[in-house]
Structure formats: C-alpha cells, structure tokens
C-alpha cells in the first residue's frame, strides 16, 4: 500500500512523464517545408490534370474559344470586305459572252485565271501589253509569259485579291475561270480541293462576278 508521500511522488512522476512525452513529440512546423511544399505542388499539379474544374487551379490557361462578341465582331469584319470588294468589282464591266466563251485553252484565256488547290487558290492575271504599237507588240521581246503573273492566296483573301486586281486584266468583263488543281491525286485532296471550288463559286456569286467552269488542263468546259 502507498503511503501518502509515495503517492504524491508517483504522481508528480506521471506529470513529468507526460510532460515529457510532449515536449519529446514533434510539433508541426508553422510553415512548410521545401519538401513539403514541393509535394503539395506536384499533388495540385496532378489534380488540376485530373480535374480541371478542381478548386485551386484558376491558374490554368483559358479556355482559347472565341467569345460570342468575337464571333460577331469577326462576321461584321467579313461582311465588310465583302461590301468593299463587291464595289470594288462593280466598276467591271458585265462579261461578254462572245469574247470568253470562244475561249478554248488556257493560255489564250484573257481574264483571271483561277486553279484551287487543297490549302490556297492560284490567281493567274494577264497583262496588258503596254505598247501595242510598238514592233515587238505581242512578239518574242513581249511574249504572253512575260505579261503573266500567278499568285497564291487564302481562299479566305480571294474578294480582296480580285477586288486589287487592275481594270487592264478584265478584257472580258466581270468574269473569270475557275478549276480544280491538275496535279492532286489523292482522293482526300480531291474532295478537299472540291469543297473550295463549291466556296469559292459561293464567293463569286456573291460578288457579282460570273464563273466560267473548267473541268481540267485539257480545256474543255463546262457551259
């Protein structure tokens, strides 16, 4: 039996004790460490893969599609040129069947010129011999190579590259020729090559500019 001074000693032991056993346990330190630190980084960087909608990842990219406005604003920019181009092209005058329809080749065709391609249109313009009275008018010093000119542009530029285009290479008025590139072989490329024939007529019409079809290189057309 303990008598009462060993119970007050085994008493003051067991305070010491547990006193002890606290101070010997290791506190959290009030902020982390670098390896800490670096762990909850790459935990967030997993769940922000995971889960991109997870709290704590504002800081990921934005979202990079347009916006309602910008669509809008793009469409009004569009239209614009439209307009600019269509009264641009009206100063043209209207086509005359007579001259382009007895037009059998293309290297004889007077008018631009249009091969689309999968990506981009060649705009193929023929100039104006600038001295027709001169000896050399149409001859070897001045031979249709030398007054020809192709460009390649976006289907998306094609109002703006006809509308830039001088009234000189318009002999047959508000019309050009349009087929589909000779040299693609795939048939991803033929359907492709296609579809921007069907846009790029779409565009024509809408810019009052007659079509005149090609079928190929080899000059027969489709009237």
């Known amino acids: 039996m303990l008598t009462n ?10 305070v010491c004790l547990a006193m002890l056993a ?18 909850k980084a790459i935990q967030l960087a997993l769940l922000c893969a995971l889960l991109p909608g997870a709290s704590g990842c504002k800081s990921a990219s934005p979202s990079s599609a347009p916006s309602r406005a910008e669509i809008r604003q793009e469409r009004k920019a569009e239209q614009s ?22 037009v059998r080749t293309k290297e004889a065709y007077g008018n631009p010129f249009l091969v689309v391609h999968p990506q981009t249109i060649t705009v193929t313009v023929l100039y104006r011999d600038q001295d027709p009275n001169a000896f050399s008018a149409g001859g070897l010093l001045r031979p249709a190579k030398a007054r020809k000119q192709e460009v390649d542009v976006r289907p998306a530029d094609l109002p703006q590259a006809l509308a830039s285009l001088s009234p000189d290479v318009w002999p047959y008025g508000r019309v050009v020729a349009i087929e589909e590139s000779p040299t693609a072989a795939p048939r991803a490329e033929r359907v492709a ?3 921007n024939v069907e846009a790029a007529i779409q565009v024509l019409n809408d810019l009052g ?15």
């Open 5 to 14: 001074r060993g119970a007050h000693t085994l008493a003051q032991s067991g």
């Open 22 to 39: 606290f101070v010997a346990r290791p506190l959290p330190p009030p902020f982390p460490t670098g390896r800490q630190r670096h762990c």
């Open 81 to 102: 040129k439209m307009e600019t181009a269509r009264e641009e092209l009206e100063q043209i005058p209207p086509p005359s069947k007579n001259r382009y329809l007895s």
């Open 193 to 195: 090559i296609r579809r």
């Open 209 to 223: 500019v007659v079509v005149d079809e090609w079928t190929g290189s080899n000059g027969a057309l489709l009237r």
